[in-house]
């Protein structure tokens, strides 16, 4: 079993990493098998968008009314093309404000954009992240920071975002994990919604997501926490002989102006996301 690292990390480990298994020569042809296409998809999704953002930017603005449904086919085509099950329980929600959701993997993106037109909230750090980073940028998503100087600023984004007809995402657990549990809500993010000139219109949506690992593989196969290599994760995905599943589930929203602040509001949602998922 690999060791996890000693040194200090801000994403969650509880000190229990999977066993790492050889990928072997037929892991990696399967592997190349779906990364090529993977990648045509991806990279190819995202140069079309790009151009099509340079004529829909200085017409609409904010507004994305064509591009986020590239996002959402390029999404939908990662699933079929890593042959992992997608499936959605719910409805997304049409009302204004946000959704939040637990955080397992990188695979998280693609679930929750491929049912909804959804912008994420992430950290600044992502936008230098080597692949990852180009396209959260290229999706719209909104970085933030933990500052407290930069509150208001933060504030006023979410709050153009919003009147823009954005529904915004983000993970209250603030790290991933493996997908078998879920860690307490932090309700910072929260209070921006409630500070806001929209805060009687806003709706908060709880989204629980559900992952199965293929058959015998260890039910954390599609976790991604502590310092796991981004590679050494995304190439056991592509390897497996096996795929497992992912389900969406969608709760009934909930108004924030029915809540008297942001920790009874973040509470209330956790208790909402839990509800779907059997912890181990």
């Keep these: 079993m690999k060791t996890p690292p000693k040194t200090p990390t801000t994403t969650w480990d ?37 151009v099509l953002r340079l004529i829909e930017m200085p017409i609409f603005g904010l507004k994305r009314p064509v591009t986020p449904w590239i996002t959402r086919f390029v999404c939908k085509s990662a699933f079929v093309i890593l042959g992992v099950r997608h499936v ?23 679930a ?15 936008a230098g992240w080597p692949g990852i980073g180009w396209l959260a940028r290229a999706t719209g998503t909104v970085f933030i920071n933990r500052r407290a100087r930069d509150a208001a600023r933060q504030r006023a984004i979410f709050e153009a975002r919003l009147q823009a007809g954005h529904h915004l995402l ?32 806003l709706w908060i949506q709880p989204v629980t997501l559900i992952y199965t690992s293929p058959q015998g593989a260890d039910p954390r196969f599609y976790g991604w926490w502590g310092e ?23 709760h009934a929203p909930l108004k924030v102006s029915d809540f008297p602040d942001r920790k009874v509001l973040a509470a209330a949602c956790e208790v909402e996301v839990r509800k779907a998922l059997p912890e181990a």
Aim: charged share 15%.
């Design 14 to 50: 509880d000190g229990q990493w999977p066993p790492s298994e050889p990928v072997g020569v037929f892991g990696w042809l399967r592997a190349i098998f779906r990364a090529v296409p993977l990648a045509i998809v991806t990279f190819g999704g995202l140069a079309l968008l790009l």
């Design 88 to 110: 959605v329980r719910g409805t997304p929600m049409t009302q204004n404000g946000a959704a939040v959701s637990n955080h397992s993997s990188w695979l998280d993106i693609f």
């Design 228 to 250: 796991m290599e981004f590679f050494e994760h995304l190439l056991k995905t592509l390897a497996a002989r096996h795929q497992g599943g992912v389900e969406v589930v969608y």
């Design 112 to 126: 929750l954009n491929a049912p909804q037109s959804i912008y994420f909230v992430s950290k600044s750090e992502v």
């Design 170 to 201: 983000f993970f209250p657990e603030g790290t991933s994990t493996d997908g078998q549990r879920i860690l307490p809500f932090k309700s910072t993010l929260f209070a921006a919604f409630f500070s806001m000139d929209l805060y009687e219109d």
